[in-house]
């Protein structure tokens, strides 16, 4: 009967120490993970519509079908644009916050959020090009605090200008600056009776 009892307390002793030794693993795990990815400043993801109107008053004012991006303009379309692809993510990735920084035809994004409740931050650096009406942002590396990872991770993030400017007009050419964008449209008048007959 004795025997049998220290089996029995032994046997316990053994499943407590191997669920210690998991949750153990578990926290020094999270804690690698936070020390490895942590935010070291906040951000957030609001962001201003771009005031597209104004651009187009002053290109008729001007006569010259082109604008420009700014800085702070990228930012605030990219930021919108993550926002509208939020379904995307992977379960348990939420962003608390994004900024997007020019640099020529490289942008570098700096992010912010919780990984299944643990909280990160990444700065990822992308390839811009354009594709016919759109922006293009190719992922080509993710740097943590502790850790750089070459490669992309996530699908390309693409900006329709589209969605910002009148349908009769295309984007004829792109420029890339340190801080800036140059947009070139040209008239499409195919698409000017579809507009009139809605």
Not at 45 to 59: H, N, P, Q
């Amino acid at each position: 009967m004795s025997i049998t009892r220290s089996k029995a307390v032994r046997i316990r002793l053994w499943i407590i120490c191997i669920l210690s030794g998991i949750i153990a693993l578990l926290i020094i795990g999270a804690g690698t993970l936070y020390w490895i990815a942590a935010p070291e400043r906040p951000l957030n993801l609001e962001y201003t519509d771009v005031d597209t109107t104004a651009k187009i008053i002053s290109m008729v004012e001007t006569k010259k079908l082109e604008t420009t991006i700014s800085q702070d303009e990228f930012n605030q379309l990219a930021k919108q644009e993550l926002l509208d692809r939020q379904h995307e993510f992977p379960l348990g990735l939420k962003l608390t916050g994004a900024q997007f920084t020019l640099h020529n035809q490289n942008v570098t994004a700096d992010l912010r959020g919780t990984y299944w409740g643990i909280p990160f931050g990444a700065l990822l650096d992308f390839h811009i090009k354009r594709e016919e009406n759109r922006l293009v942002l190719d992922h080509q590396a993710t740097h943590v605090r502790h850790g750089d990872f070459s490669g992309a991770w996530i699908e390309p993030i693409t900006i329709s200008l589209t969605k910002y400017f009148p349908a009769i007009v295309n984007v004829n050419q792109m420029e890339f600056a340190q801080d800036h964008i140059q947009v070139s449209f040209k008239l499409n008048l195919l698409s000017l009776p579809k507009l009139l007959l809605r």
